[in-house]
């Protein structure tokens, strides 16, 4: 399963399990195990560099899992928390790019000012007549 463009994870390392779906369905849910489940061992995993494994058990925990039963099939249920996973994976494994600091604009500190003179005159305005008025 690929994950992120450097990191495949094998299948045999995601530990799948059927279960009887909740909720409405009537006959068909009482007898199917259309509910799926996967689960991830982040610390025994050899796809994930120990950096990764710190970082996705930091955010997500040791163990990863991703639950469907939103589809009637067992297999599109797998094919969906397999997805899921996938996602949470990925987020989890994303590095966030350092900020750059910027600096304001010519422009930008030119529009401040004008905007609180305004403000400044509007207040001006709203004040009672005085002796020099």
Do not use: W, Y
């Amino acid at each position: 399963m690929r994950v992120t463009s450097s990191v495949n994870v094998p299948l045999a390392e995601v530990v799948v399990r059927a279960s009887r779906s909740s909720g409405p369905g009537g006959q068909h849910a009482n007898v199917t195990a259309s509910r799926i489940e996967v689960s991830f061992d982040v610390a025994a995993s050899a796809a994930l560099s120990p950096e990764q494994k710190a970082r996705v058990s930091g955010r997500l925990g040791p163990v990863v899992r991703a639950v469907a039963q939103d589809a009637r099939s067992q297999t599109r249920n797998r094919e969906l928390a397999l997805e899921r996973l996938r996602d949470r994976l990925t987020g989890a494994l994303h590095v966030q790019r350092s900020r750059r600091p910027t600096r304001p604009t010519k422009g930008s500190k030119i529009r401040r000012v004008d905007a609180k003179k305004r403000t400044g005159q509007v207040k001006r305005d709203r004040r009672r007549p005085g002796a020099d008025d």
